[in-house]
């Protein structure tokens, strides 16, 4: 079971400098998850998650110094030869999300995009399936927020949040 959620916030909704925020929060069962799935920069924040490939992460934030998110990761998916066991969302300063979970994934899954928000999870022991498509998009694709149980994913064993603000300037 993994959740995680990636989010923007404009400068002006916030009180922690001049620029943008970006933060990055998972739950999981698996430890140092910390490690793996959040990413964070001053130009925005991915995760990826299920079957981890982390160079999906270090390599997508790299290119957002350059890239639109939802131009850098289809792009990293597209070389993974195992994109269809992954997820991997995130934001970027732009105002772009994007969000992607393959159809190999486990037996529940999905995400979901909002304004400033892209969110992911799974877990293996459900009796429902997600549909059938693994095409990126900005709309749900669970069938349900709590398909996969009624405990919190708080609950869980591990947790870790990445944050970055912008500078201050004094």
């Not at 922690?16 to 910390?34: H, I, L, M, Q």
């Not at 981890?52 to 790299?62: C, H, P, S």
Request: proline fraction near 7%; glycine fraction near 8%.
């Amino acid at each position: 079971m993994t959740f995680s959620i990636c989010t923007h916030v404009t400068p002006e909704e916030h009180d922690a400098g001049d620029g943008p925020a970006f933060a990055v929060a998972v739950a999981t069962k698996a430890p140092a998850v910390g490690a793996l799935c959040p990413y964070v920069s001053h130009e925005g924040a991915v995760s990826t998650q299920a079957f981890v490939n982390v160079r999906l992460g270090r390599r997508g934030i790299a290119l957002l110094d350059d890239l639109a998110v939802d131009d850098a990761l289809p792009g990293l998916l597209e070389q993974d030869e195992h994109s269809e066991l992954r997820q991997l969302h995130g934001v970027d300063y732009r105002g772009n999300t994007f969000a992607f979970t393959g159809d190999e994934c486990d037996e529940w899954c999905g995400h979901e995009v909002r304004d400033g928000i892209t969110a992911a999870g799974n877990c293996s022991k459900v009796r429902r399936r997600r549909p059938p498509s693994s095409t990126p998009s900005r709309t749900p694709r669970a069938e349900s927020a709590n398909a996969c149980s009624t405990r919190s994913p708080l609950a869980s064993k591990s947790a870790a949040t990445n944050v970055v603000t912008p500078p201050q300037r004094y």
